[in-house]
């Protein structure tokens, strides 16, 4: 193989830049544009992610990967030309969502489980064909009283294993996603409850990477942070959140993964941001740490945007602005007034 998995991760999370995540399925991207008023459509949808690709400043200087949809890595801009070359272009590596969503487990009353593994190995062939080298696969886990089973957590990490297995024998990098919800229908859990949950899956997942014989250090870990869930009744500082964060992944993460590559979950903007920098301030660690954020990259531009071409412009400052936060909180630089100056 002429590229190396290693270096592909490496690439991935070098010099503080991060992933965005414009891997929306349709239900999910027509509720953002259900916020702005405008029809979701196969060109709306493509008019929007070509509007973020188009951000120079973002995608050469902050962003280092794009993570598509199926859709979106089959289309073309409006002048033909296919979206994965504006991503690649600027600098920046296509990725692809390869999962098809979580599931109900049979027997686990309120868990899920994440499908897609069926035909995968032919479907990674025509991601690489379209030009991703990399993907990714997301799990979820919820807290509630019970949940999660050790039974559910396992059916969750062994998919996770095996779709990292069938990705690097495809010659594209995994990003294994295993998300403890803190915007579940049950998120009243405290934040020791969330470092318990996130301790018992990050073990389990390892695990499972190590017999499946997947190669750390060409994949990328895109977890939550350490945080309580959105109902708790006590919540808890960003220092508090980046000391436990820090301290749990040092309990359970291989120094051979390269980087980690947080979600943003249900945190604000701004809040992501600050928790990523103080994270990265406390380091130095044996991974990179920075971002792979959806929402949290693109809110400000979509309302920008509002559907407009003549918003493209605004649009675009809101979404440079957004990822050099980010890009300077990867760097833990991050601060208050760096925020305020550059808006």
């Known amino acids: 193989m002429t590229e190396r998995l290693a270096d592909i991760a490496a690439a991935m999370v070098a010099d503080g ?175 020791d409850t969330c470092y318990a949950v996130t301790e018992q899956t990050l073990k389990l997942l390892f695990e499972e990477l190590f017999i499946a014989r997947v190669d750390l250090e060409g994949t990328i870990l895109k977890p939550n942070m350490v945080v309580p869930g959105q109902k708790s009744p006590v919540q808890a500082s960003p220092e508090q959140v980046a000391e436990l964060t820090v301290k749990l992944f040092k309990a359970t993460v291989p120094v051979a993964v390269p980087g980690i590559a947080f979600l943003s979950g249900g945190q604000s903007d701004e809040l992501a941001t600050q928790h990523l920098s103080l994270i990265n301030e406390l380091g130095p660690h044996p991974w990179k740490i920075t971002f792979s954020y959806g929402r949290a990259l693109q809110a400000a531009a979509l309302k920008a945007w509002d559907g407009k071409d003549a918003n493209v412009p605004a649009a675009h400052k809101a979404f440079n602005h957004r990822a050099r936060m980010n890009w300077l909180a990867g760097n833990g630089k991050w601060t208050p007034a760096e925020e305020r100056q550059a808006a």
């Open 17 to 191: 830049k991060g992933l965005l995540a414009a891997d929306e399925s349709s239900d999910t991207i027509k509720k953002r544009f259900d916020t702005i008023g405008l029809e979701s459509t196969a060109d709306s949808r493509r008019d929007y992610r070509e509007m973020l690709f188009t951000a120079d400043e973002a995608m050469t200087k902050y962003i280092s990967g794009v993570i598509l949809y199926d859709e979106t890595i089959h289309q073309a801009a409006r002048d033909g030309t296919p979206l994965v070359d504006l991503i690649r272009k600027a600098g920046s590596i296509p990725g692809i969502k390869v999962d098809k969503g979580a599931k109900p487990l049979p027997g686990f009353p309120g868990e899920k489980v994440t499908e897609g593994l069926d035909g995968l190995r032919e479907r990674l062939k025509t991601y690489y064909g379209l030009g991703a080298r990399f993907s990714k696969w997301r799990a979820v886990v919820d807290i509630a009283d019970g949940l999660p089973t050790y039974g559910a957590l396992r059916a969750n990490v062994q998919a996770l294993a095996r779709y990292a297995a069938l990705c690097q024998e495809a010659g594209i990098v995994p990003i294994v996603e295993p998300e403890v919800l803190m915007d579940g229908p049950n998120s009243s859990h405290d934040i």
